[in-house]
């Protein structure tokens, strides 16, 4: 056999066993006058079914009754090549996702002897792709829904944020008129109670409970809200509430005030240092059985730092590591929402030996 004929019927041998692909030829009409294995096994047609018959079998009804196959070969016929993609009819009926190319085929003269076409099932891939389809729309929803929710969350978070202000300034307005009541109008009548009761002696021991008394509602309506936090400012006023919870507690309470000269700060931020530094050594009082503690207030430029140290048991271990706000009490979780409502933080962790408190504040402006 010349080497020319051995490798014709080669080729032909190649596409007549390829399963894969279906590859035949079309004549110029269109009629089909070769099929190979993978033609039979994609179409379902046997060679002797379809040999002779026209390629438009292949097609849906409506594409083969608008002539669209004939059009698919004069486009072959014009470009060189045409490839397309759309959907197909086996014999039983079915359909399937086709990726066609059509090739036209000429003789040694140059003239259009008919054309090749080869076809290949890519309805799993046309699935997938639906699929991937499909979930990128219900993705787009969820993330769409997220959005949304996320949106509904902050409107919610805003809402609770102005509340929690509202609430906190509610509370140190009230603060104040128990403050004010307490002084001016309970203080008044046990000053004139004890003013009574000075006039003889067998009154001395009534006149001395009834100074205790008057010292223990000063004290309250100081505790409260310190006249001297309106009036002198944060450093008169912790200095006053330090050196009266040392005598009340019997706890060796110091306070560092940085700068010496510390200016008056907004009235919101010196109120909130002032509840941190009260808290946490009501705190250190109450829970860490230290014998003495430190308050360190330092101004920076930027910002105002508070720290409360106590050299007690600390925290519990269980604690310690816990992220902040989980298993805190209500005084730790009010210092920390009111610091959020300024912009601050607090930070609670636990010393060797004792607990640190740390607010940070900034300063706007």
């Keep these: 056999m010349e080497p020319a004929t051995q490798s014709n019927e080669l080729f032909r041998l190649l596409v007549e066993c390829v399963k894969d692909y279906a590859i035949f030829v079309l004549d110029l009409e269109g009629v089909v006058i070769t099929w190979n294995e993978g033609a039979q096994a ?19 009804p409506e594409a083969a009754q608008s002539d669209w196959p004939a059009r698919e070969l004069a486009l072959a016929e014009k470009e060189g090549r045409f490839a397309d993609e759309g959907w197909r009819v086996k014999k039983d009926g079915t359909v399937f996702w086709a990726s066609v190319i059509i090739t036209p085929l000429h003789d040694s003269a140059g ?21 991937i389809q499909e979930l990128n729309k219900e993705l787009r929803t969820r993330v769409a829904q997220l959005a949304e929710y996320q949106h509904t969350v902050e409107l919610r978070t805003l809402e609770l944020q102005r509340l929690s202000a509202r609430l906190l300034q509610i509370q140190d307005e ?21 003013l009574a009761l000075d006039t003889g002696d067998k009154n001395k021991e009534a006149s001395q409970l009834a100074e ?4 223990m509602v000063r004290n309250l309506s100081y505790l409260l809200h310190p006249p001297l936090l309106d009036e002198a400012g944060l450093r008169a006023a912790l200095h006053w509430y330090v ?9 060796q309470a110091s306070l560092s005030v940085m700068p010496h000269a510390f200016p008056r700060l907004p009235k919101d931020i010196e ?4 509840r941190v530094v009260q808290e946490s050594l009501t705190n250190v009082y ?24 106590d050299y007690g048991k600390g925290l519990p271990r269980e604690l310690a590591g816990m992220k902040p706000g989980a298993g805190e009490g209500v005084g730790i979780s009010g210092m920390r929402e009111r610091l959020r409502q300024l912009g601050g933080e607090l930070l609670v962790t636990r010393a060797e030996p004792g607990t640190v408190v740390e607010a940070r504040l900034p300063l706007l402006g």
């Excluded at 259009?112 to 080869?118: D, N, S």
């Design 42 to 60: 994609i179409k379902g047609y046997t060679k002797d079914e379809i040999v002779g018959q026209h390629f438009s079998k292949f097609y849906l």
């Design 212 to 215: 205790t008394a008057l010292s």
């Design 111 to 131: 003239r259009l002897a008919g054309f090749a076409k080869v076809t290949q099932d890519m309805t799993e891939r046309r699935q997938w792709e639906d699929r």
């Design 174 to 194: 009230e603060r104040r008129r128990l403050a004010r009541d307490l002084h001016d109008e309970l203080g008044q009548q046990l000053t004139g109670l004890k």
């Design 243 to 251: 050196d009266g919870f040392t005598k009340r507690s019997n706890i």
């Design 286 to 309: 109450r829970h860490s059985g230290s014998g003495s503690a430190r308050v360190e207030i330092e101004k920076q430029a930027d910002c105002v730092s508070v720290r409360v140290r």
């Design 271 to 274: 109120v909130a240092i002032f």
